[in-house]
């Protein structure tokens, strides 16, 4: 059973939150991407509360209405604090002072990166799907001509008119399939990213960390890494670099013909991979 509640942390925020399992069991803090939400997990919820582990995921700051500062300021969206929320979260959630395990996608994952590097010794075990190392990625975008063809979009989401763009007509562009994600994923998300406040919130992590800023070294957590290698949006080059940055014990999974959204479109195979990564590395 999926319950739906309201976490308030430390910094006075209050995140709404998917959680399953029992509240005892070690937590799996799941962070989703862009443009997605906390529903980006719905498949996987499940299956770690039959395992034992407690399961939160989160919609992130701007995502959350109670934690959604204004994002005008930008100051409001460094990563920093995108990675003290994580912190936070895992703390309200019964965390605190305990190690725990992080699963992140996309933008998600950049911040899961963010964690693992700063917080080591509170994580057990570090998921990522799609997202590269950001030091793999980083070297990609300077040196790989297809990864900047790849990433254009990440310009077109410094334009001051892209909500009004991605809302206009009833969300169409959104409702269509933006990224190639499926009708009823799009349906999903637009619940929490349907409103022009939330969706210029979620546009500011890009307007606040542009050039995948973040002083980045070798991860010492043990290490899963999960890529679709039809994903439009990340290449093989920067996927294949990320194990470089990695000096605990690490796996790449590749998943044969899946795209980006890795968990819309192999949510099976993907919750195989990371039932049996958090076996391999207890809490």
């Given amino acids: 059973m999926i319950d739906t509640v309201q976490i308030k942390t430390r910094s006075g925020l209050s995140f709404t939150a998917d959680v399953a399992g029992p509240a005892g069991g070690v937590l799996v803090l799941l962070l989703h991407g862009f443009p997605e939400s906390r529903h980006s997990w719905c498949a996987v919820l499940p299956e770690l509360a039959k395992a034992g582990y407690r399961a ?13 500062p204004d994002p005008g300021n930008l100051d409001n ?7 003290a929320d994580a912190i936070d979260i895992a703390d309200a959630s019964g965390a605190a002072g305990r190690r725990f395990h992080l699963v992140g996608h996309d933008w998600g994952g950049q911040v899961s990166w963010g964690v693992a590097n700063n917080y080591p010794e509170r994580l057990a075990s570090l998921t990522v799907l799609s997202r590269p190392h950001p030091l793999s990625f980083r070297r990609a975008l300077q040196e790989d001509p297809d990864q900047k063809h790849r990433s254009r ?10 909500a009004d763009k991605l809302l206009a007509d009833n969300a169409k562009a959104m409702r269509d399939g933006l990224f190639g994600q499926s009708a009823d994923s799009v349906k999903q998300h637009l619940s929490v990213l349907g409103t022009k406040p939330a969706l210029e919130s979620a546009l500011a992590w890009y307007r606040a960390n542009k050039g995948l800023s973040g002083d980045f070294g070798p991860i010492k957590v043990p290490t899963l890494y999960i890529w679709g290698d039809a ?9 294949e670099g ?12 590749v998943l044969p013909g899946i795209g980006h959204f890795v968990m819309d479109q ?18």
């Fill in 56 to 68: 939160v995921a989160p919609d992130q700051r701007g995502y959350s209405p109670g934690a959604r």
């Fill in 77 to 83: 969206y460094q990563f920093d604090k995108l990675v």
């Fill in 153 to 162: 979009h990440h310009g077109k989401f410094l334009a001051p008119e892209t």
């Fill in 231 to 239: 994903d439009a949006t990340v290449g093989r080059v920067a996927a």
């Fill in 242 to 253: 990320t194990g470089e940055f990695v000096s605990a014990a690490y796996a790449m999974e």
């Fill in 266 to 283: 192999a949510a099976g195979r993907s919750t195989e991979l990371l039932l049996a990564h958090l076996k391999r590395h207890p809490a």
